[in-house]
């Protein structure tokens, strides 16, 4: 048995993307690691940063993005896809910039693999999410925030990265730009990976963080888009987390590779514990008071059961 890690990015050491320990976690049970890594600005040092872990199973593809030809985050998807491409892998893993493996849960990811590779019909695994807020002690775990995510696909040249690559599906005859189509596509039929993904994409000092917010926006919204909401301010100034002492707090540990990365926290001054919500230009889904309740409702009377969930995938238990 054979497993790929891949992943794709731009941009990403510019941005506050810990991209390198999300490679380096993962390294161990991999046997090649691919990086799609789009035409980053000049003063980007991602490249030298993912070459600097000095491993013979990466392998870095240099790509060019056009948000223009695949709007509205597909380009994402695109990228991912391109990734995907080069694999060699029985099992592909794929992790964003931003994600990070437990080294605790390698073996048991290894271990499923090992297990579900002869049953052909699980196409996947399935991952539960840690999402970090502010720092590295506060955890989102309301409506708004998806529990868990496919993160390993079989090597099937059918399944493809979905929508704005946060997912895949089985896309028989695709025809390569459509990333967000739902017609004459399929969920993948998965199985329980028992591993868990710190996604650290909300984990910036708050000056980084609307700059992340701006790149993100334009890949989704296009550059003009964004240039006029410039204009307006919208990226201006400071981040607010709002009131951390409202978001749950993470009792584990970190994965070790991002012990270096979390030593470098220095914004715990710009964070504050007191007020209201978050008083930003840019609109936070999980602070609307639609969801707020949704989620004391969800987490109060339903035990923890999530109203309308979105899951695409269907799960197996094997």
């Known amino acids: 048995m054979k497993i790929s890690g891949f992943t794709m990015g731009k941009n990403a050491q510019k941005l506050y993307y810990p991209m390198k320990q999300s490679v380096m ?27 600097s872990i000095g491993s013979p199973k990466i392998k870095i593809i240099d790509t060019v993005w056009d948000i223009e030809k695949y709007p509205r985050g597909m380009e994402h998807a695109h990228q991912t896809d391109i990734a995907k491409h080069y694999c060699k892998g029985d ?30 019909e699980i196409e996947g695994l399935l991952f539960d999410y840690i999402h970090f807020w502010g720092d590295y002690n ?22 493809h990265s979905w929508e704005s690559a946060q997912s895949f599906r089985r896309i028989p005859h695709f025809d390569g730009i459509h990333y967000r189509q739902k017609e004459n596509t399929f969920k993948l039929k998965v199985a329980l990976a028992n591993a868990r993904v710190f996604h650290y994409g909300w984990v910036r000092p708050p000056e980084l963080m609307n700059r992340k917010i701006k790149h993100f926006n334009i890949n989704h ?10 204009k ?27 012990q270096e990365w979390i030593n470098n926290f220095s914004w715990g001054d710009k964070l504050r514990f007191d007020g209201g919500r978050i008083v ?11 969801y707020i309740i949704l989620s004391w409702i ?21």
Not at 97 to 113: A, G, N, W
Not at 144 to 155: L, P, Q
Not at 302 to 314: D, M, Q
Request: charged letters at 35%; a negative charge; glycine letters at 6%.
């Open 280 to 290: 930003s230009k840019n609109t936070i889904k999980h602070e609307r008071t639609k």
């Open 221 to 230: 919204k296009g550059v003009e888009a964004v240039n006029e909401l410039d």
């Open 91 to 120: 099992w592909l893993f794929y992790l964003q910039s931003d994600e990070v493996i437990h080294e605790d849960d390698l073996p048991v990811i290894k271990k499923r693999c090992e297990e579900l590779l002869p049953i052909n």
């Open 138 to 159: 506060h955890y989102q775990d309301g409506h708004c925030w998806y529990r868990r995510e496919i993160r390993i696909i079989r090597n099937d040249p059918d399944i």
């Open 25 to 51: 976690s993962i390294l161990p049970i991999v046997d090649e690691f691919i990086v799609a890594l789009g035409d980053s600005d000049a003063d980007d040092k991602t490249k030298e940063e993912i070459l």
């Open 232 to 258: 307006k301010q919208h990226y201006a100034g400071n981040f607010d987390y709002g009131n951390m002492s409202k978001v749950a707090m993470f009792k584990g540990t970190h994965p070790k590779v991002m």
């Open 298 to 318: 969800e987490k109060n009377l339903l035990g923890g059961k999530r109203l309308g969930e979105f899951k695409n995938y269907i799960l197996i238990k094997k």
